[in-house]
């Protein structure tokens, strides 16, 4: 999963032509979706969709939608504007589990794709959060019929969840979530070259990573096929 953070069009198009073979799903990041014309964005879905990448929205745009009880003209806009899949979070503001889970089944009824993260954007608050917790809400966001549940890290990677201060990746706790979440059903959030070649070291090559930065793409696919010291001959 790659973060667009508001890709000129011709742009993005001329990054797909060269590397959207490697790119699977495509997030607007946050909010930047309403802040460009929405002819141009709708031009980007678009062309997202010809490469076979999904595009969706960030999911801070969602949790605004709700603050504001702005949901259904939320899956409207996202509706006509191409959009067949969006992230459904709790990472910016505060949503009760219940209501997520329901959030989560009203976009699949919608017909939205529905990627769903745990964790929260602000150190203190996400540090309440127990592993245990975490464990429980992916497991009961994934009955609700989430496709992927993402694990956030935000754009930083650092002081969020798996990732202690300096961005390193804490191992114990991911082999914890590992033994009791299926793994392929995880986005990690891996925005950094470090953290995604732990996670291709540790999973494989093919192990989901998101977050990863327009400017990264061939970076890491070359990680991915060890063409890179990081990897070399090691997978
Ligand atoms: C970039 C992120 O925010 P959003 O989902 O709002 O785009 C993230 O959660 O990692
Ligand atoms: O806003 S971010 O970096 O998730």
Redesign the pocket.
Known sequence: MV?DKGLGLETAESLMNISGDYVDYL?F??GTSIVHEQDIIKDKVAMYKSHNITPYT????FELAYMNDKLEEFFQEAHDLGFEAI?V?D??TTISHDKKLECIESAKKDGFEVLS?VGK?DPGLDKELSLDERIEYMQNELEAGSSLI?V????GGKNIGIYDKAGNAKEDEIDYILDNFDGNKILW?APNKDQQVFFILKLGNDVNL??VSTDDITSLETLRRGLRGDTVGKI
């Open positions: 973060l997030k990041g946050w960030g999911g801070t745009l992230e979070s990472g910016s993260e954007k993402i956030e890290a935000r754009e959030e998101g977050n």
